[in-house]
């Protein structure tokens, strides 16, 4: 079971942390990935870090440079460290368990968190 936590209201230009954590099973065997959904639209990718045998870290375009996603393998959790924040980047956040880059799209193959809302506004 994953479960995100982290998310919350901030204005344009701050800062938030986003958790993915698991129970049962131990993340660093697995590609972890956040995607997001904002309302009316699909699911996207926004990040994927490979297994830690692999390695590998791909961010979807509109979030690189801003966006750091990284693992704590004594809390069995992955991180999505989200810096500028836009009001665009509004949308409730998953972490899904199995991602991969396939083209330019980051895609999942795995389960879903529950998620979690991220709301940017002034």
């Known amino acids: 079971q994953l479960v995100e936590s982290g998310g919350g209201f901030v204005q344009p230009g701050e800062s938030l942390k986003l958790s993915c954590a698991a129970s049962?099973?131990?993340?660093?065997?697995?590609?972890i990935g956040w995607f997001r959904q904002a309302p009316g639209k699909k699911r996207e990718g926004v990040s994927c870090i490979a297994s830690s045998v692999d390695g590998g870290i791909w961010y979807a375009d509109s979030v690189k440079g801003r966006f750091t996603i990284s693992r704590d393998r004594a809390k069995n959790t992955v991180y999505l460290q989200m810096n500028s924040l836009k009001p665009e980047d509004t949308a409730v956040y998953y972490c899904?368990?199995?991602?991969?880059?396939?083209?330019?799209?980051?895609?999942?193959?795995?389960?879903w968190g529950q998620g979690t809302q991220v709301t940017v506004s002034s």
């Open positions: 049962g099973f131990t993340l660093d065997h697995w590609p």
């Open positions: 899904t368990l199995g991602c991969a880059l396939i083209g330019p799209r980051i895609i999942s193959f795995g389960s």
